[in-house]
């Protein structure tokens, strides 16, 4: 049984112009111990995905008009208060873009992480056992570092707290939403690293949002591609990215520049991403696709299983029509 | 004679005063770099957070005061100018910048951002030949004219970024500095707002310093690159020769991190850098790299290494090399 699955989730925002539809009809299902990458272009739904989870968007504001999301077999969107605190960092707990607002300016690292201890561990709530936190996520002098305020720290030293945080009431599942996406890369491979190391570890299953697809090359078992509030391709990461099926996804992975692929024209996607719960009619992405047809404009596709675990919202999606495309 | 030429610049910031106001310490942003431009000619400067990318694109055009060393255009010093001829240095010398938002007014519609530059510099045109030329800029940026008057907020980060290089272009620069300016963008509108640049190189013939931190995007539109460490440059060198057979240690490190998106490319050995980045405020002596440096020796804890040329023309400056 997978760890995660989302079935169908439909999501709705209020906001100034009213209610606006900003999940509609997302998928997902997360492996037991796999490394799940969740890529898609600004404001496709990632992180609203990704926080539906442990259901922390605020009720008034956000509201579930469909679906159903089952984490580690509990349906979320139906457990009481107490339930809800139980999967909130005992089950999944969460690493943001930015730590430093993620991370209280007035409180010293140390005490933070005995925090999130004493919430979820509280018989392993002592100091040293922050201090062994810290040092496995790599920060030297940790006696000194967990007196220290976050703004003391750099933003790599930074991320590393906020991980510690996050990891130190053992969940089952880490949901890293762009963690390294403010760092610098030589950093970044750092706390790549870090995760990696971590998750073998501990056996954690970690659902990683990004924008960057040589991360998710690197490190991802399986791959989801958002557009427009929707799951268009899912299957091994490593099979996506050489033989996408989606033109979405076959686009996106043309548009991003390669090192040592010297200086030839970028591909690109014509238009722009629509706006938030005003997607155009049919499938959302015809007007920007290349090989639309005249069903795509009204036909809403449905997921579509192609075999090997790969599903594709499209129904002109073949696979192995380019195998060895990306090896090329 | 090179476009642009760039001598043992120095940008120092005063910090930390004391009960005085007067300075105890100084950011040594910029830490004598030389640069070196041609007429048409695109080069790349890659660097960590805080090496001192847009202090150095500032100082060129002259929104920082060097503390020591000199910047000279189109055979100039800048520093000499003033007036008429200092006008006419700034309409060439342009700069974009990374934040589409921050750096169009508001209050104002596109139009008017565009023409700004035309109104300073060409008082003389009428309105209807200003208006041409707007609309001929907004074209060549890819931005339908009709949108003319429209104001920022109206549009995407994307076509922000666009009209921001129209400004820069309207004043016909021979040189822009762009600083950061696809970084905050969707890899899809990245992938458009580079193809822009390069046709514009094509096109105009204007001469970019192009400021970024992904080496990719870099590599796409350069043809020669510079990696600068804590306010020096520490190698440069032609696109190809920095990306595929970087020398100096950290080019090596900061290229090995870059995840590679082709599973099957013979990964390059990877090499993973301890520690994190010293403060401009305290650099390490020597080789400011050294307390990162896998193959730092003792020298390198002493000595500066100068930048030396090696032998396929490109420069560095590790002890190890050249
Ligand atoms: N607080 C909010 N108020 C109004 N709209 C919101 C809010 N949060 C999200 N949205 C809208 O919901 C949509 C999905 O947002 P989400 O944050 O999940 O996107 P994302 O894929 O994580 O994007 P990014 O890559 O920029 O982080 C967006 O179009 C966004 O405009
Ligand atoms: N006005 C200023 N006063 C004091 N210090 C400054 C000032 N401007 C820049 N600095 C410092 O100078 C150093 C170089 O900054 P700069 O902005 O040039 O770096 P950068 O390479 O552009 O970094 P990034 O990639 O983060 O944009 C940094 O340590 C920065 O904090
Ligand atoms: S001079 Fe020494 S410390 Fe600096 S890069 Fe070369 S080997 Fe490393
Ligand atoms: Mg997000
Ligand atoms: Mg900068």
């Known amino acids: 049984m997978p760890l995660v699955e989302i079935q169908n989730l439909q999501l709705d925002l209020t906001v100034e112009a009213g209610r606006v539809r900003v999940l509609d009809g997302v998928d997902l299902s997360i492996e037991q111990g796999t490394v799940h990458a969740l890529v898609g272009e600004s404001g496709s739904g990632k992180s609203l995905t990704a926080m539906s989870l442990a259901r922390l968007l605020p009720e008034g504001f956000a509201q579930r008009a469909g679906g159903r999301v089952l984490v580690d077999g509990r349906d979320v969107f139906a457990l009481d208060a107490g339930a809800l605190r139980q999967v909130r960092g005992g089950i999944v707990s969460y690493v943001f873009q930015e730590p430093a607002t993620a991370l209280n300016p007035v409180m010293r690292v140390g005490d933070q992480i005995l925090e999130s201890l004493r919430l979820h561990q509280p018989d392993r709530a002592t100091r040293a056992e922050v201090e062994a936190w810290l040092r496995r996520v790599g920060i030297p002098a940790p006696e000194v570092r967990a007196r220290q305020y976050p703004q003391e720290l750099s933003g790599g030293m930074q991320q590393r707290v906020m991980i510690a945080m996050a990891l130190a009431p053992r969940p089952r599942l880490l949901v890293a939403d762009e963690p390294t996406t403010a760092l610098d890369v030589t950093i970044q491979a750092q706390i790549l690293d870090l995760l990696m190391d971590l998750r073998r570890e501990l056996g954690m299953t970690i659902l990683l949002i990004t924008h960057n697809l040589g991360v998710v090359a690197e490190i991802a078992d399986d791959l989801s591609v958002m557009y427009a509030g929707q799951v268009v391709e899912t299957g091994p990461a490593a099979t996506v990215m050489t033989d996408p099926a989606h033109p979405y996804t076959k686009a996106l992975l043309a548009s991003v520049p390669r090192l040592g692929a010297g200086n030839q024209l970028l591909a690109t996607i014509p238009g722009a991403v629509p706006p938030a719960g005003r997607p155009p009619t049919g499938c959302r992405f015809h007007p920007r696709c290349p090989v639309a047809a005249s069903p795509c404009g009204v036909e809403v596709p449905i997921p579509r299983s192609m075999g090997g675990g790969r599903v594709v919202r499209c129904p002109f999606a073949v696979v192995g029509a380019v195998a060895g495309k990306g090896a090329a | ?322």
């Not at chain 2, 847009?54 to 060097?66: D, K, Y």
């Not at chain 2, 109104?119 to 009428?126: A, F, G, V």
């Not at chain 2, 074209?139 to 949108?147: A, E, F, K, Q, T």
């Open chain 2, 1 to 322: 004679m090179n476009l642009l030429e760039v001598e043992e610049l120095k940008v120092h910031f005063p910090v930390r005063p004391d009960w005085r106001g007067r300075p105890t310490a100084h950011v040594r942003a910029v830490d004598g770099l030389n640069l070196s431009i041609r007429k048409g000619e695109t080069v790349g400067l890659v660097g960590e957070s805080g090496c001192g990318k847009s202090t150095l694109g500032r100082a060129i055009v002259r929104l920082e005061t060097p503390t020591q060393g000199s910047v000279r255009f189109e055979g100039r010093d800048l520093a000499t100018l003033q007036g008429a001829e200092l006008r006419r240095a700034r309409r060439r010398l342009q700069m974009v910048f990374q934040d589409p938002f921050g750096s169009l007014d508001p209050r104002w519609t596109i139009e008017e951002i565009v023409e700004e530059g035309l109104r300073l510099h060409e008082p003389t045109l009428t309105q209807a030949t200003r208006r041409e030329r707007v609309a001929a800029l907004l074209r060549d940026v890819g931005l339908d004219p009709s949108l003319a008057a429209r104001y920022p907020h109206e549009f995407s980060g994307g076509q922000r970024q666009r009209i921001g290089i129209a400004r820069a272009l309207a004043v016909e620069p021979s040189l822009i500095v762009c600083d950061e300016v696809v970084s905050a963008l969707d890899v899809s509108v990245q992938a458009q707002v580079v193809n822009l640049l390069a046709e514009l190189q094509r096109s105009r013939g204007v001469a970019f310093l192009f400021i970024a931190h992904d080496l990719a995007v870099v590599e796409h539109l350069s043809e020669r690159i510079l990696v600068m460490y804590l306010g020096r440059v520490v190698e440069a060198g032609t696109a190809r020769q920095i990306c595929r057979t970087p020398q100096h240690p950290y080019t090596q490190a900061l290229i090995s991190a870059v995840p590679s998106l082709d599973r099957n490319a013979a990964p390059m050995q990877r090499i993973r850098l301890q520690g994190e980045v010293p403060s401009p405020l305290a650099p390490p002596t020597g080789c400011p790299f050294h307390p990162r440096c896998p193959m730092a020796r003792e020298q390198c804890r002493v000595e500066v290494p100068r930048l030396r040329v090696l032998g396929d023309g490109r420069e560095a400056a590790c002890h190890l090399l050249g």
